[in-house]
């Protein structure tokens, strides 16, 4: 299918079903199977039948409060890049660089190393919203690992996104501004008061914390006043740490506009200096809008791109005054969505298309790809950056958003996350799983591919055709389809045979004896051309 069957088989669904007037009651019954689906394609990268397994049978509240659960601090990345074109002169191979010297020839080989690194931690995330809502985080508090040029940077930035992820917002938000990634990012260790840079001071407001929207009436007086406030803050490019320099802040007074309800910093000397950015903080989070706002892009992110009056005034409005009531700690505003009949209404089911990360994370983790193990340390690494290229490619280069506003799908309007399918972008997405379903990708002579055959073979009942259809659609997809896709499915399986005993016979036999080349052919060639044609249909673009 072409980007514009596909898109407008996608805005033809959208047109037939009228958005929802749910808001935030809590869910009641049932959650049952496809229910945790729909929940866990929204919160973590792909549904594993692990996954399922672990909460069948628990209540939503039981389910919700797993998935809220903060995940340890992982091990750092390490040296997997010496070869025999290199050597990193300061780290061994297997060691950690995120704390060592920079050498500046190995800059572009730390960088794929944080990248990698990063997608096995997406690949063996935990049944916890953890590392997806660090992938937001990164999209709304975005840096380009390109132009920092150092790894190290790169890589604090993200331990910081990941220590607050679930934590409180207020936190965060002051924590990014001090962080050296972002400072050397947007030139904060730039800005003093003889020569005021207000990159930062823009960028906290108009992406940050209040947006751009019709009530976000802060002034360009208000950016200069807080690019004032933000003066002094150093980077020490050898600890990768921020400090603050009393001899190159603004020690005036700060004055900002009607917004801002007239409000007054006063400037202050010394180390005292640096209080001024609780109180720039404290007036940006006084605004009802800030909450808004935020609630609007994790609403974006999770949950549907369009936003209608009844959502506003149902769903957004309500969780922003959670958010506020709980100073801003974000798990109860997660909880609250997740837990809510807005987010279980039809309407929100299957309506999001994936993200490239989504998608190849997703197929590697739903399909249980095996990839090489740790100690193999090079082959461990290059495997899961093909998943990371391979999204890239697709326009999702995870540690390098085009710009500090992040991913377009998640803001421009009117296409929103449609703008993650087009004439490039989907054949590539149909070319990954074809190659995954297939001969997979080799490397060094190892191979990562789904195993299709031990995938169905965890199925609870794989020998009758019509059962094994119906657990595997409610693993990769979130969407009910049609009587004649589900015929048109089946037909595969039998070869075009009339009778389930064309398959259940062919399945029972090449069970009987795994080592016969003849039976398994049988029942692998149908399996691949089944997931085959699956993956490619529209519905598993969607979330």
């Not at 069957?5 to 669904?13: D, H, L, R």
């Not at 976000?216 to 803050?233: H, M, P, W």
């Not at 209080?275 to 994790?298: G, H, K, M, W």
């Not at 048109?488 to 398959?503: E, H, N, P, R, V």
Request: hydrophobic residues 40%.
């Amino acid at each position: 299918m072409d980007r514009r069957s596909f898109i407008t088989a996608n805005s033809t669904k959208r047109a037939s079903s009228q958005r929802t007037n749910a808001g935030l009651f809590p869910y009641s019954p049932p959650f049952d199977t496809a229910e945790i689906s729909h929940l866990f394609k929204r919160v973590l990268f792909g549904v594993k039948q692990a996954d399922l397994s672990k909460v069948k049978g628990k209540s939503l509240e039981v389910v919700l409060d797993l998935l809220l659960v903060a995940d340890p601090t992982p091990a750092p990345p390490v040296n997997n890049y010496n070869d025999t074109s290199y050597t990193d002169p300061v780290v061994p191979l297997g060691q950690s660089w995120v704390t060592a010297p920079n050498d500046g020839n190995a800059t572009s080989r730390r960088i794929t190393s944080f990248k990698s690194w990063w997608i096995g931690l997406m690949l063996n995330q935990n049944t916890t919203i953890h590392e997806k809502m660090v992938l937001f985080w990164h999209n709304h508090f975005a840096t380009e690992s390109i132009d920092i040029n150092d790894a190290r940077y790169a890589y604090k930035h993200n331990a910081l996104i990941r220590s607050l992820a679930l934590g409180n917002f207020k936190t965060l938000v002051k924590e990014i501004t001090l962080d050296p990634g972002m400072l050397r990012y947007l030139n904060g260790y730039l800005n003093n008061k003889t020569s005021p840079d207000e990159n930062y001071a823009r960028e906290l407001q108009e992406l940050f914390t209040l947006g751009k929207g019709p009530k976000s009436n802060y002034t360009e007086s208000d950016v200069k006043q807080a690019a004032r406030v933000l003066t002094g803050y150093t980077v020490n490019p050898t600890t990768i740490s921020s400090a603050f320099d009393p001899n190159k802040h603004d020690t005036g007074n700060k004055q900002f506009s009607a917004f801002y309800n007239n409000a007054l910093i006063t400037g202050k000397t010394g180390v005292n200096g640096a209080s001024e950015l609780d109180d720039l903080i404290n007036i940006i989070f006084q605004q009802p809008e800030t909450a808004l706002y935020v609630c609007r892009r994790l609403y974006r992110f999770f949950i549907y791109y369009d936003i209608d009056e009844a959502t506003e005034t149902n769903v957004i409005a309500p969780l922003a005054t959670i958010f506020r009531n709980s100073n801003y700690e974000i798990k109860p505003v997660l909880k609250a969505l997740f837990g809510s009949e807005h987010f279980f209404d039809p309407v929100n089911r299957a309506c999001m298309i994936k993200s490239p990360i989504d998608f190849c994370v997703g197929l590697s983790r739903e399909f249980n790809i095996v990839f090489p193990i740790s100690a193999d340390l090079a082959n461990h690494y290059y495997m899961h950056d093909y998943i990371r290229t391979q999204a890239s490619n697709m326009q999702q280069n995870l540690g390098d958003p085009p710009s500090v506003a992040g991913w377009s799908a998640y803001y421009q309007e009117p296409q929103f996350h449609e703008l993650w399918i087009n004439a490039d972008t989907l054949p590539r997405r149909n070319q990954f799983s074809d190659t995954m379903i297939g001969n997979g990708y080799t490397r060094n002579g190892k191979n990562i591919k789904i195993d299709i055959l031990a995938f169905v073979d965890s199925l609870p009942n794989p020998a009758d055709p019509n059962i094994l259809i119906l657990d595997s659609l409610l693993i990769i997809y979130s969407i009910e389809i049609s009587k004649e896709v589900k015929s048109f499915l089946k037909t595969i399986l039998l070869s075009g045979q009339s009778t389930d005993s064309y398959w259940t016979d062919a399945w029972v036999a090449y069970k009987a004896n795994v080592n016969i080349a003849a039976n398994r052919t049988i029942v692998l060639t149908r399996l691949q051309a089944l997931f085959k044609y699956l993956m490619n249909l529209p519905e598993y673009q969607l979330s």
